[in-house]
C-alpha cells in the first residue's frame, strides 16, 4: 500500500547519500532530474551527500514535462549501458514518473508502451528491478509515494499509466527546504493537484477507510497553508504542510482508492493544450465534484467540514455546494483561470477529448459512471 520507508523533513536531502550507504549495497548511482532543477541549486544537497558517503553518482538531466516513452527508453538504456546498480529522481512528478517507468524497462524486455494500464502490461511487471529513491521538489504529485507512472505515449500524444505495486520507490526522501524556491504559479498548480488527489481519493467508490481517512487530511493541511505557501513561498512551515499533503494526496490514491473523472479529464488538456496538469485539474474539478454530488452529496460533508466549510449530514446538498465553491474561491485567489475557454481551448476539440477521457483509465474509480455523453458535458460546464 505505501513505500516501504519515507525520510520526511527540512535537511533531509543531505542526509541521503548516508540513509542509502546503510541501507542498500550500491557501487554507482543514476540520477534522473532535469536541467531546471540543476539550475536551481536543488541537486547541490544531494550531490554533496553522495561525495561525503563516497558513492560515485552520473548525472542524466533530459527529463521534460509530460515525459514520452522514448524518453523512458533513453534513461533505461543510460543505466544498463553505464553499469549503475540504483535510482534516484530529483525532481517533480515527471522526473520521479520517468524514474519509475524506466525501472520497467531496465529488466524487462520490449518497449516500455507494452507495459501500460490500457493493455495487458501492467500484469507483465515483476519485482525484478532496481531500487528507486525519489527526492521531490515539488509538492503536489505524490509520486514519491504512489504506484503509478504516468508517460505520454508518442503513437497518439495520450496519456498513458503504467502500474505495478512494485513501481513504488524503495525510498521516500521529501525535503520541505526544496520547495522554499517554487513560483507561486508552479506553488498553485502542484498544491491544486494535491487537493484533486485527496477529493478523488475520499469520493472514490473503492472501499478504503485508512486511504479516504488520510485524505481528508490532506484536505486539511492544503485550505491551511496553500494560501501561504503561495503568498511567501519561504514560509517553512506552509511548504512543510504542502509536502505532507502531496505524499497524503499520492498515499491516499494509492491505497487502492484511485482518482477519477477530474484526472481523465485533465490529462486531455494537457496533451491538447500543454495545460499544466495542477491547473488542467483545478479547471474540472468543480465540474466533476458537482456532477458526483448530484448522485450522491453525502461524501461531501466531510469534504466541506475540512475545508472548514459548513458541512451537515442532514443538508449534504448544501455541504457540497459549499465544498465546491470553496474550490472556486481557492483558485480564484491562486490566480487560476476560471474556464477553459480563458485558456485557449477551443469548443471543436470537446468531442475528441471527451472519447480520449474516456479510454483514460483515471474515471473508472468515479463514484458517478461516467459515458462519452457525460465528458462531453464535463467539459462543456468549465467551458
Same mark, same amino acid.
Not at 78 to 85: A, E, F, L, V, W
Not at 105 to 133: C, Q, S, V, W
Given at each position: 500500500?505505501?513505500?516501504?520507508?519515507?525520510?520526511? @523533513?527540512?535537511? %533531509?536531502?543531505? +542526509? #541521503?547519500?548516508?540513509? /542509502?550507504?546503510?541501507?542498500?549495497?550500491? +557501487?554507482?548511482?543514476? /540520477?534522473?532530474?532535469?536541467?531546471? #532543477? !540543476?539550475?536551481?541549486?536543488?541537486?547541490?544537497?544531494?550531490?554533496? *551527500?553522495?561525495? !561525503?558517503?563516497?558513492?560515485?553518482?552520473?548525472?542524466?538531466?533530459? %527529463? $521534460?514535462? +509530460?515525459?514520452?516513452?522514448?524518453?523512458?527508453?533513453?534513461? !533505461?538504456?543510460?543505466?544498463? *549501458?553505464?553499469?549503475?546498480?540504483?535510482?534516484?529522481?530529483?525532481?517533480? @512528478?515527471?522526473?520521479?514518473?520517468?524514474?519509475?517507468?524506466?525501472? %520497467?524497462?531496465?529488466?524487462?524486455?520490449?518497449? /516500455?508502451?507494452?507495459?501500460?494500464?490500457?493493455?495487458?502490461?501492467?500484469?507483465?511487471?515483476?519485482? +525484478?528491478?532496481?531500487?528507486?529513491?525519489?527526492? =521531490?521538489?515539488?509538492?503536489?504529485?505524490?509520486?514519491? &509515494?504512489?504506484?503509478?507512472?504516468? /508517460?505520454?505515449?508518442?503513437?497518439?500524444?495520450?496519456?498513458?499509466? &503504467?502500474?505495478? =505495486?512494485?513501481?513504488?520507490?524503495?525510498?521516500?526522501?521529501?525535503?520541505?527546504?526544496?520547495?522554499?524556491?517554487?513560483?507561486?504559479?508552479?506553488?498553485? !498548480? $502542484?498544491?491544486?493537484?494535491?487537493?484533486?488527489?485527496?477529493?478523488?481519493a475520499y469520493v472514490s467508490k473503492a472501499y478504503g477507510p485508512i486511504g479516504k481517512a488520510i485524505a481528508i487530511a490532506g484536505i486539511e493541511l492544503i485550505f491551511g497553508s496553500l494560501t501561504r505557501a503561495y503568498d511567501c513561498g519561504d514560509d517553512l512551515e506552509a511548504r512543510t504542510d504542502m509536502s505532507m499533503a502531496a505524499v497524503m494526496g499520492g498515499m491516499a490514491f494509492g491505497a487502492g482508492l484511485g482518482l477519477g473523472a477530474a484526472h481523465a479529464l485533465a490529462h486531455q488538456l494537457s496533451t491538447e493544450y500543454s495545460i499544466p496538469h495542477g491547473v488542467a485539474n483545478a479547471l474540472m474539478l468543480p465540474a466533476v465534484m458537482m456532477f458526483n454530488a448530484e448522485r450522491d452529496p453525502t461524501p461531501f460533508v466531510r469534504i466541506a467540514q475540512a475545508m472548514n466549510a459548513p458541512g451537515d449530514l442532514a443538508n449534504a446538498p448544501n455541504a457540497a455546494a459549499a465544498a465546491i465553491e470553496k474550490v472556486r474561491e481557492l483558485c480564484g485567489r491562486l490566480h487560476i483561470p476560471s474556464s477553459l475557454q480563458a485558456v485557449g481551448v477551443s469548443e471543436d476539440r470537446i468531442p475528441k477529448m471527451a472519447t480520449q477521457a474516456l479510454r483514460d483509465s483515471c474515471h473508472r474509480r468515479n463514484p458517478r459512471p461516467c459515458t462519452e455523453t457525460d465528458m462531453r458535458m464535463l467539459y462543456r460546464a468549465a467551458f
Open positions: 500500500m505505501f513505500p516501504e520507508h519515507i525520510r520526511f @523533513g527540512s535537511g %533531509v536531502a543531505g +542526509n #541521503v547519500g548516508d540513509l /542509502i550507504r546503510n541501507r542498500f549495497w550500491v +557501487n554507482r548511482v543514476l /540520477i534522473v532530474t532535469d536541467v531546471g #532543477v !540543476a539550475k536551481a541549486g536543488l541537486l547541490a544537497p544531494v550531490l554533496s *551527500s553522495f561525495d !561525503a558517503a563516497d558513492i560515485p553518482f552520473d548525472v542524466c538531466d533530459g %527529463v $521534460t514535462a +509530460n515525459p514520452t516513452d522514448d524518453l523512458v527508453e533513453i534513461v !533505461a538504456g543510460k543505466y544498463r *549501458s553505464d553499469g549503475h546498480d540504483l535510482l534516484v529522481a530529483v525532481g517533480g @512528478g515527471s522526473t520521479i514518473d520517468t524514474a519509475k517507468a524506466a525501472q %520497467v524497462r531496465i529488466t524487462h524486455p520490449g518497449h /516500455i508502451r507494452d507495459y501500460f494500464e490500457d493493455g495487458i502490461g501492467a500484469k507483465k511487471i515483476i519485482a +525484478n528491478m532496481p531500487r528507486l529513491i525519489a527526492i =521531490p521538489t515539488t509538492a503536489g504529485t505524490g509520486s514519491e &509515494v504512489s504506484a503509478v507512472s504516468v /508517460i505520454t505515449d508518442t503513437r497518439d500524444g495520450t496519456k498513458k499509466g &503504467v502500474y505495478s =505495486p512494485f513501481l513504488r520507490p524503495a525510498l521516500a526522501a521529501v525535503d520541505p527546504a526544496l520547495t522554499i524556491g517554487l513560483p507561486p504559479p508552479l506553488t498553485a !498548480a $502542484t498544491g491544486l493537484d494535491a487537493l484533486t488527489h485527496c477529493i478523488e
